[in-house]
Each structure stands twice: as structure tokens, then as C-alpha cells.
């Protein structure tokens, strides 16, 4: 069965310090991989996504994240964090093949310091 | 502006009985959601409807319903039956009927506390 596993609850850095996400999956195929960010008491919002082709893909405030087949990882990177990056991360896998649905991780909560 | 409206954003219900949230969307897309999220436990996929007049359980239906009449709108009903209905719910859409393939746009969110 799909599953994604995000290893870390929370992570906490200083603003302007590089950041790593971590996320592992579980899926048969090639996944449709996708990174969503959530302020508190919002709704989600989509980060990037990969489907195929580049393994790194560029997505939106300054975030990137790179695909390797062969650790089945999904990690989102910023080199330099802001204040306002302060949210919830989730990783999620798209299952294709006629079942009609994402697969979130429980999510990593990213708090930034001064 | 195009969007996902869900309403009301907090709820407060007594237990045993039923109450609807309200999902609606300007966006023209096919395919509506409703995810429900605890702390820790990411998001949980209750129900989904890929076309009008016809909506799938996801994977804790139990305890809740839905209708799909119209193309915008896609509302949840909690009922007395969901054992532990205090959540965080999420309504979604996606533009074509693959939410595996495709971005999901998301609601606010609404709160629901039973007292």
C-alpha cells in the first residue's frame, strides 16, 4: 500500500539558515510526489510537485525539492528561510491507477527563530 | 476571485447531533473533497466526488455523509454516529478527476468542537 513518512514532527532554525524537509514514500510506480504548506488555521497550499523528467524541481517562495528514485525521498530545501516560512509542511503522494486520491504524511511543523 | 468557500469556519455541537458544512467553488473543477485532520495524523481522506450526482467513500466515511447536487457545491453532514467528530475539516477540489495526478485546491477549513 502507498504511504509517505515524514521522519521529523518539528523542526526548529534560525531565520536565514538553509532548511531540509524530509520525506520518504512507499509506492509501486513512478509517484506523483507533492509538497503543500500550511499556515495555522488555513487551508493548504501547493508548494511543487514532480510527475516526471528534472528530479529537482523549483516551486513556489523559493522552494525546491529533489526526487531520488533510489532512496524513495521527496526532500524539500530552502537555502535561506524567512520568518514567514513558519508553517506546517506536508508531503504527499498521488495514487494513481483508478483510486482517485492523495496520501499525506503527518506533516512537519517549521518554527523560525530571530 | 476564484476559490473554495467553506463555512462556518468554527462549529460547536452537542453531542448526538447532526451538523452540515458547507463547501463551495467557483473554480469549475470536476472533482471535490473532504479531508479531516487531527494533530499529528495528517490528512484523512473522508469522501470524494469526481461528477455530479456521484460521490465515493475515502478512507473514514463512517459516521459522515455527503451530496453532490450541484457542480459547486459539496457538503459534508457529521453525523451522531462519528464517534469522535472534534476536527479540523477540509474541503478540496482538483480540475480533473485524478486528485493522484493533479493539484488540489483547498478551502479555509472549518472547525468542529462537540461539546
Known amino acids: 500500500a502507498q504511504s509517505v513518512t515524514q521522519p521529523d514532527i518539528h523542526i526548529t532554525v534560525s531565520e536565514g539558515a538553509s532548511l531540509e524537509l524530509r520525506c520518504n514514500y512507499s509506492?509501486?510506480?513512478?509517484?506523483?510526489l507533492f509538497w503543500y504548506v500550511q499556515s495555522p488555521g488555513q487551508g493548504l497550499q501547493l508548494l511543487l510537485k514532480?510527475?516526471?523528467?528534472?528530479?529537482l524541481v523549483q516551486g513556489i517562495k523559493g522552494f525546491e525539492a529533489e526526487f531520488k528514485r533510489s532512496q524513495s525521498s521527496f526532500n524539500l530545501r530552502k537555502p535561506s528561510v524567512h520568518w514567514s516560512d513558519a508553517a506546517e509542511y506536508f508531503c504527499?503522494?498521488?495514487?494513481?491507477?483508478?483510486?482517485?486520491?492523495?496520501?499525506f504524511g503527518a506533516g512537519t511543523r517549521l518554527a523560525v527563530h530571530p | 476571485d476564484g476559490g473554495i468557500t467553506q463555512s462556518p469556519k468554527y462549529l460547536f455541537r452537542k453531542e448526538g447531533q447532526n451538523v452540515t458544512l458547507s463547501c463551495e467553488q467557483n473554480?469549475?473543477?470536476?472533482?471535490m473533497y473532504w479531508y479531516r485532520q487531527d494533530p499529528g495524523q495528517g490528512l484523512r481522506l473522508i469522501y470524494y466526488?469526481?461528477?455530479?450526482?456521484?460521490?465515493q467513500k475515502g478512507d473514514i466515511a463512517e459516521g459522515y455523509s455527503v451530496s453532490r447536487e450541484k457542480k459547486e457545491s459539496f457538503p459534508l453532514t457529521v453525523t451522531s454516529a462519528q464517534k469522535n467528530p472534534t476536527a479540523f475539516y477540509l474541503c478540496?477540489?482538483?480540475?480533473?478527476?485524478?486528485?493522484?495526478?493533479?493539484?488540489?485546491?483547498f478551502g479555509e477549513g472549518s472547525r468542529l468542537t462537540v461539546l
Open positions: 504527499a503522494v498521488g495514487a494513481t491507477g483508478g483510486y482517485n486520491k492523495l496520501i
Open positions: 514532480y510527475f516526471s523528467g528534472d528530479t
Open positions: 466526488s469526481q461528477i455530479v450526482n456521484d460521490f
Open positions: 509506492y509501486g510506480a513512478t509517484p506523483y
Open positions: 473554480l469549475n473543477h470536476d472533482a
Open positions: 478540496a477540489s482538483s480540475k480533473g478527476q485524478g486528485a493522484g495526478t493533479g493539484e488540489l485546491f
